[in-house]
């Protein structure tokens, strides 16, 4: 039984290892008028505890700050053989590797 929770707990550092995922503390500048929210990089304010999803990356705010990933694999990360390709649709924060022949098939990536 420790065994699965160690591979399970190394799992999921080869899954944080392969997201492109940022951390952005939160500042306190003023220790009697506390943020009340994480402000992202478009200076709009979150309250603490709220998720929300812009440009593909997934967000959340806490009282330790701003957390955010890309839900779209990296193509530095899929390993695609040389008939494959990895086609992206940001609308739908989605991502699929195809046949570069046919772009209809899907393709097994290696």
């Known amino acids: 039984m ?3 929770h160690v591979f399970v ?5 080869v899954v944080l290892c392969h997201s492109d995922c940022f951390f952005q503390q ?5 220790l009697r ?3 009340n929210g994480c402000e992202d990089k478009d200076g709009k304010q979150h ?3 709220s998720k929300w999803v812009r440009d593909c990356m997934q967000c959340s705010c806490t ?3 701003l ?8 193509t ?4 695609i053989s040389e008939e494959c390709e990895l086609v992206v649709n940001k609308e739908t924060c989605s991502a699929k590797v195809v046949l570069k022949s046919d772009k209809t098939k899907e393709c097994n990536p290696n």
Do not use: A, H, R
């Open 2 to 4: 420790v065994s699965l």
């Open 9 to 13: 707990c190394l799992l999921g550092l």
């Open 26 to 30: 939160l500042v306190i500048k003023d």
């Open 33 to 35: 008028n506390p943020p």
């Open 47 to 49: 309250n603490f505890g």
């Open 63 to 65: 009282t330790e700050g």
């Open 67 to 74: 957390s955010c990933c890309n839900m779209i694999p990296d």
């Open 76 to 79: 530095g990360i899929v390993d």
